[in-house]
């Protein structure tokens, strides 16, 4: 990768961890990758373009530290508590990841991530839909009814991809209170 790029892509990163996506301009990341504007624009065409390539990567290493937190033996409604506790604390503690409800550009972040190769790209996607059919297989679920537990694996997701807090108020406690029930039924 371009050593410019690199710099670039850190300014960004250290940018939007600072002031969010809405308090962050183009000019400002540029200043602090000591680049003029203008060459900003030989790597990405616009904030919101640079912000998503941000936002993926800042996404991949917290859910990476959200996966080594739990621990996925234990009680699947103990796992699901763990991983929205988790996920929150992450979510509040950092504001590229809490973008993701930022009208202003959470269009674009869901977009992508319920795209067919932002889904397959989903290292965190992938690591929860292998732990949860494992865990069915465990359970001694027939690969049929796998399959259709499975479509409402992908029915939460397709939530999770399409309503925010500024949508439904209460949303993320409505979609823990779903998962957790979700899960305890499953596994009861």
Not at 20 to 41: C, D, H, L, P, Q
Not at 156 to 185: M, P, Q, W
Request: glycine share 4%.
């Amino acid at each position: 990768m371009d050593n410019k790029k690199l710099i670039l892509d850190q300014a960004a990163h250290e940018t939007f961890l600072e002031h969010g996506y809405k308090n962050t301009n183009i000019s400002e990341i540029a200043k602090r990758a000591g680049i003029a504007v203008g060459s900003f624009y030989k790597y990405y065409q616009s904030k919101e373009e640079v912000f998503l390539e941000i936002y993926i990567r800042e996404n991949e290493n917290v859910r990476k530290q959200v996966i080594d937190k739990i621990d996925w033996t234990g009680e699947p409604v103990n796992v699901v508590d763990e991983l929205f506790t988790y996920s929150l604390d992450f979510v509040l503690n950092n504001k590229i990841i809490a973008e993701w409800n930022n009208p202003a550009i959470s269009k674009i972040l869901h977009e992508h991530y319920y795209s067919e190769s932002g889904t397959k790209n989903y290292a965190f996607h992938q690591f929860l839909l292998n732990t949860f059919q494992e865990r069915l297989k465990q359970a001694s679920y027939d690969e049929d009814i796998i399959e259709k537990i499975l479509k409402v694996f992908d029915f939460i997701y397709y939530i999770d991809c399409h309503i925010t807090g500024n949508d439904f108020e209460g949303y993320s406690e409505a979609l823990r209170t779903l998962v957790r029930y979700f899960i305890k039924g499953i596994f009861a």
